[in-house]
């Protein structure tokens, strides 16, 4: 049966070659029994976006540099951005040294298009990020200021910043990655400057500059119950005890597929958090393969669908969790620790077509 389906599809083709040789490309093909061995059912062809608004969450992706991308690659990434995603973050844009190139120049300019890409699309940006001890300029680092000043630079900055930005974001990462992978906080020139009250400090600041955006504190390797986690949930929940403003968490999600958490590790982790009152975001997730020359093995891509798709499924079971976000659109321009062994880490290929990732998210945003 299959043999003869095979040759009857050959004889049609050769057939209807001769034909368009004969009278050109308008000419009607004889009708043919379909080949029903090589049946596949027809492409969901449904953005994320649609999936994750039916499920009250945004899907959101880093930029890149899709914006200033040119000719056809970059026409491609503005639209699959505008199409399957409801939520981007800028990626370099909105930080620091990127932000404040001197202590009386802003820049401004990157990060506004996203924002103006973003509102034309119908899509939600997330700020990130205002405190970090990565990304602090250089006139910060060795001006030589005293305490008091730097901690005066670290206001104004939030409060210059915010300003700039307010009303047009749907989350700030306030601080970011203040807990060392030790458990304790990490050094940084702000933990010098101003002591460990800098957290608190800092998203009293952000309040006081925009009463409305909610403030998040954002991690990595905090994702499951461990010993960074619990030091995060002790610190969280003494600022809420406290009274400081803080409205969320965001969890960064930066794995090795195949080392990657369940759905229960994930889910289990978020309702502690969930139950302090803090609003949840999956903000950077990316979730590297093993790649030889950037290619990634079937079997290796299989896990890493099942990875993202136990992501999803522990931000579904989170009532507090509205946002799913990636660390980047397509393959070709996603952070990853270690490019040369380990890549291909977000739902995209290098060509821009969907990866058996993108269809695992969107079964679980599709799973009741
Ligand atoms: O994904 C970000 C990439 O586009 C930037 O070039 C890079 C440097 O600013 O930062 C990447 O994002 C980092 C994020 O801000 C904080 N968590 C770790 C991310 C990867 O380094």
């Not at 050959?10 to 057939?15: H, R, S, V, Y």
């Not at 939520?87 to 009386?104: A, E, I, N, Q």
């Not at 509102?119 to 200021?145: C, D, E, F, K």
């Not at 950077?284 to 999803?312: C, I, P």
Request: proline share 6%; glycine share 6%.
């Amino acid at each position: 049966m299959r043999t003869s389906y095979h040759r009857l599809g050959a004889a049609l083709l050769l057939a209807a070659a001769a034909g368009l040789t004969a009278c050109g490309a308008d000419r009607h093909m004889a009708p043919f029994e379909p080949d029903t061995t090589r049946h596949e059912p027809a492409a969901d062809t449904t953005p994320l976006r649609v999936y994750g608004d039916a499920r009250g969450r945004w899907i959101g992706a880093a930029t890149g540099t899709m914006l200033t991308m040119p000719g056809d690659s970059g026409a491609l990434l503005r639209r699959i951005a505008a199409r399957e995603f409801s939520m981007l973050w800028t990626g370099t844009f909105m930080k620091f040294d990127f932000l404040r190139p001197s202590r009386s120049t802003y820049n401004y300019a990157q990060a506004d298009s996203v924002v103006a890409f973003a509102q034309r699309n119908g899509m939600v940006v997330r700020g990130h990020t205002l405190v970090w001890h990565q990304q602090i300029p250089a006139w910060v680092t060795s001006g030589g200021y005293p305490p008091d000043t730097l901690a005066a630079i670290l206001r104004d900055h939030i409060e210059q910043v915010m300003a700039h930005f307010r009303g047009k974001l749907v989350a700030w990462d306030v601080v970011n990655e203040a807990m060392g992978d030790d458990a304790t906080l990490r050094p940084t020139l702000w933990l010098d400057a101003l002591g460990p009250d800098y957290i608190a400090q800092a998203f009293r600041w952000a309040r006081a500059a925009d009463p409305d955006v909610p403030l998040y504190y954002n991690d990595y390797n905090i994702e499951t119950a461990n010993a960074k986690s619990d030091a995060v949930y002790r610190m969280l929940a003494d600022l809420k005890a406290r009274g400081v403003p803080i409205d969320g968490i965001g969890f960064q999600f930066h794995y090795q597929a195949d080392a990657a958490p369940t759905a229960d590790e994930i889910a289990s982790n978020f309702a502690r958090f969930a139950a302090l009152g803090l609003k949840i975001q999956i903000t950077e997730a990316d979730m590297h393969v093993r790649v030889q020359n950037g290619v990634a093995s079937a079997a290796d891509l299989q896990v890493q669908a099942t990875a993202y798709r136990n992501l999803v499924t522990a931000c579904l079971r989170t009532p507090a969790c509205n946002a799913i976000e990636i660390e980047g659109i397509y393959d070709g321009q996603a952070w990853v620790p270690d490019p040369a062994n380990w890549g291909a880490p977000v739902l995209f290929d290098i060509h821009v077509q969907p990866k058996p990732a993108y269809y695992a998210v969107k079964a679980a945003l599709a799973t009741p």
